[in-house]
C-alpha cells in the first residue's frame, strides 16, 4: 500500500495519533515500536510547536507530521489528530503518547471493543488489573477523584480517566473532531462521550514507566489541574450538546 | 449640587474623552462594536457634567441619603466589572478561533509537503 497517496489507494482503517511536545529524544522510538507491532498502522505525530528536532526526527521516520505553528497544550494536539483522522476517513484513531509509556503491543485490546461495536471510546487503564501502578501520591489522589468522580456521572466503575492510551470510533472521532476540550483534556473528554450517549469501555493495560520526559503534571499543579477539571466536569452536566453528525 | 467649576472640568474631561473615542473609531483603531459602549459612557459623564442636580436626584431614587457620589463609584465598579467580564469572552472567543486557525494551518501544511514529496518522487 502506497502510504504517500492515500486519496488513491483504498484507505486503511486506523490511524495512530501521537502528540509530541519536545520529544526528539523517544518519538523515534516509538513510532519504530508501533511499526513492529503492525507495519500497516498509519501514524501521525503532531508536532505541538517543539522547539528541538521532534518534527525533523519524526519525519526522517516516514510518517505524515503535522506541526502546530506554536505550542497549543495537549488537548489541541490531539484534536489536530482527530480532524485529519476525520478529512481522511479513518475509522478508529488511537492516541499513543511520544514518551513511550504506552505499549504498542497492548493495541489490540484497545482495538477489539471498536472493532466489535461494542464502544465509541475504549480507555487502557493501568488500574483495572491487577498489575500495580506507581505514581506520586498527590497524583494519585488526583487519579482516584477523578474516577470516583466519573464512575457517578457514568453509573458504571471507572478506574482510570486521566489515562491518555485510548482509542475511538468513527462517531467518537466526529465528535472530538468538532469538540475537544484543551487543558487537561482527558478526564472532560470521557464525560463528552458519556453526556452525548456514545458508549465507554475501560480495559486493562500495561504501561510502562516514561523513558524520557516528565509528566506534565507536577505535584505545585495538581491542586490547580483539579479544580480546573472538576469545575469543567459540574459545567459539562449542564451542557446539552448535540453530537455533531458526518455531512453524506 | 455639583459645584460650578466641578461642572465645567467634568465637561470638558468628557467632551475630550468623546472627540477622543470618535477619532479612534475614525482611524479604525477601535471597531465600531466596541466604540459603542464608550461612546454611551462618554455620554453618560457628559450629561452627568452638566445636569448638575443629576448625581443627587440619582441617588435619592436608589435610597442613597448619606453621600449621593457613592451611587456614581458603585456605578462606575459594575460598569468596569462588566467591561472586564465582556473582554473575557472576547479573548476566550479570540483564542478558541486561533487554535483552530493553527490546527488548520498546520493540517494544510502538512498536506502540501507531502503532495510536494509526491510529486518529486514520480519526477512530475
Known sequence: MERRAPAAAPLPRRLVIVPAFNEQDSVGGVIEEIRRFDTKLEIIVVDDGSDDRTAEVARAHGVHVVSLPFNLGIGAAVQTGFRYALANGFDLAVQIDADGQHVPSELPKLFAPLEAGEADLVIGSRFAGERAFRSSFTRRIGIRLFALTVSAIARRRLTDTTSGFRAVSRRGIVLFAADY????????????????????KEVPVRMRERTSGRSSITALRSFYYITKVLLALFVELFRSRKAPQEDA | MTPLRVSIIGSIAAVIMLGLIFELIRRRHLRERYALVWVVTGLVLLTLAIWREG?????????????????????????????????????????????????????????????????????G
Open chain 1, 181 to 200: 476540550p484543551h487543558d487537561y483534556p482527558e478526564v472532560e473528554a470521557t464525560v463528552m462521550i458519556v453526556k452525548h450517549r456514545l458508549r465507554l
Open chain 2, 55 to 123: 448625581l443627587n436626584t440619582l441617588a435619592g431614587w436608589a435610597g442613597v441619603k448619606t453621600y449621593p457620589p457613592s451611587i456614581f463609584f458603585a456605578a462606575i465598579l459594575f460598569f468596569m466589572l462588566v467591561l472586564v467580564l465582556h473582554f473575557s469572552i472576547v479573548l476566550s472567543r479570540l483564542s478558541d478561533q486561533n487554535v483552530t486557525l493553527a490546527q488548520k494551518l498546520a493540517l494544510l501544511e502538512s498536506r502540501v509537503r507531502e503532495r510536494e514529496q509526491a510529486e518529486n518522487s514520480t519526477g
